[in-house]
């Protein structure tokens, strides 16, 4: 192609362009962004933009949204096809306002028509291969495998974004400025308050992570702690930490599945911090008995897991399941409870912590972004882009109200009795 013939097609592409996203964002309530094309030209937003949208082709926004989802969106980001400079987490109020859009037919087919006259994409198209499972879902071996599709990444990944304990879940802030390290013991000291945990006592954790409770437990609680998880790369990090701690003769880890834990003698205490999302809603019934039957009769169950708000309509696939959390199932608060009851616990308490969540998620981010080429160089630039986005939309949820994380304490009452103080008081003396 000339350099005329070039020019003239850019300043097409370019119009087109400009015309499109004028069409689409006509009613968008914020549009304190912008939008930087492949010629380094920009659009929206002369002055500090919240975030900048880069996209790298012409043909971008025709692949983007000839049927636009969370997935095909996703799918576009990893594949590099478009970048976002700034605040991520911002993106998704632009993501919500593109995905919930009701238009009408005449609105839609006007939009589509001026998508089907911008150029196809000449950007290279990297291959995606997301997960794919094997057998009935939530079966012991698929669950093993979304377990270690998710879980497996090298250590020294997780090691760069989570706390020094490794910690991969919501912490526990006293303000939102916080250091992470600080958020995420004082959530270890919250959850083994609000176990009242005592020297002697047997503590099971479902879904282990690196053995951060546990060894807490341990250490400060005087406890006997076995931790289970269905990752052997995790449970091999927990050996060496425990060798290295001193730990060995009150913790341990098994690789186990919580259908698979022996009951013959009952735990005083149990407890499951974010492995509650893999369980399935089908298999709720399933959990929560056998969650009652490896406890003692007057013990209790911390169950800490995210829910979906009740009134919250996802809108077609889901990006989240195709790369990140595969055969995952989220339910409202009150179905988990409606299972537990169900199975003979008595709810005690119930707490929100979705704006911990929040803080969470955005100082991972943070740190994520901060060990980019670190990242980059343990694993690929794709896991990178995944991980930023998938934390980001986290966020951004968690934040919106979308999602939310609840810490529910189930006792096991022996002819009525719990054995519970009146108040909770004690969880705050410190």
């Given amino acids: 192609m000339g350099l005329l013939a070039k020019s003239r097609f850019e300043e097409t592409s370019f119009r087109v362009t400009s ?3 004028e069409s689409l964002l006509a009613d968008c309530p914020r549009r304190d962004f912008q939008v930087r094309l492949w010629d380094g030209t920009t659009w929206g937003a002369e002055r500090q933009p919240r975030f900048t949208l880069v996209l790298k082709d012409p043909g971008v926004l025709r692949a983007m949204f000839l049927s636009p989802s969370d997935l095909t969106l996703g799918e576009a980001y990893i594949r590099d096809d478009f970048d976002i400079e700034g605040d991520i987490e911002a993106a998704f109020d632009f993501a919500d306002y593109l995905l919930g859009q009701e238009r009408s037919p005449g609105e839609s087919f006007d939009l589509r028509e001026r998508l089907q006259k911008m150029p196809a994409s000449g950007h290279a198209q990297a291959a995606l291969h997301p997960i794919e499972l094997r057998g009935p879902v939530h079966s012991r071996d698929r669950d093993r495998q979304a377990v270690t599709y998710h879980y497996d990444l090298p250590a020294e990944f997780y090691a760069l974004w989570l706390d020094q304990r490794m910690v991969y879940s919501c912490a526990y802030f006293r303000t939102p400025e916080e250091d992470l390290d600080t958020a995420q013991e004082r959530k270890l000291d919250y959850i083994c308050s609000k176990l009242r945990l005592r020297p002697g006592e047997r503590l099971l954790d479902i879904g282990c992570g690196w053995g951060g409770l546990i060894m807490h437990a341990a250490a400060h609680y005087g406890v006997q702690a076995l931790g289970i998880t269905v990752s052997v790369p995790q449970a091999e990090v927990i050996r060496q930490r425990l060798r290295e701690s001193g730990l060995n003769d009150r913790c341990r880890v098994e690789v186990s599945d919580y259908r698979d834990v022996d009951h013959d003698q009952p ?3 149990i407890v499951s911090v974010g492995m509650f999302e893999h369980v399935g809603e089908a298999l709720l019934p399933e959990y929560f008995r056998r969650a009652w039957e490896l406890l003692r009769p007057g013990g209790v169950f911390l169950n800490h897991g995210i829910s979906y708000s009740a009134t919250y309509r996802r809108r077609g696939p889901s990006f989240i399941d195709h790369y990140v959390f595969p055969d995952s199932e989220l339910v409202p608060i009150s179905t988990s409870l409606h299972a537990a009851e169900l199975n003979g616990f008595e709810v ?25 080429e670190e990242v980059r160089r343990i694993t690929d630039d794709t896991t990178y882009r995944i991980w930023r986005l998938h934390m980001a939309g986290a966020a951004h949820r968690f934040r919106s109200g979308c999602l939310n994380v609840y810490q529910t304490l189930l006792a096991k009452p022996l002819h009525g009795e719990t054995g519970l103080p009146l108040t909770r008081e004690d969880w705050y003396r410190a």
């Fill in 348 to 372: 005690r308490d119930v707490e929100s912590l979705r704006e911990h969540y929040a803080l969470t998620l955005h100082q991972w981010v943070r740190r994520l972004e901060a060990h980019a």
């Fill in 19 to 21: 015309n499109f996203l």
């Fill in 267 to 269: 735990y005083d205490k």
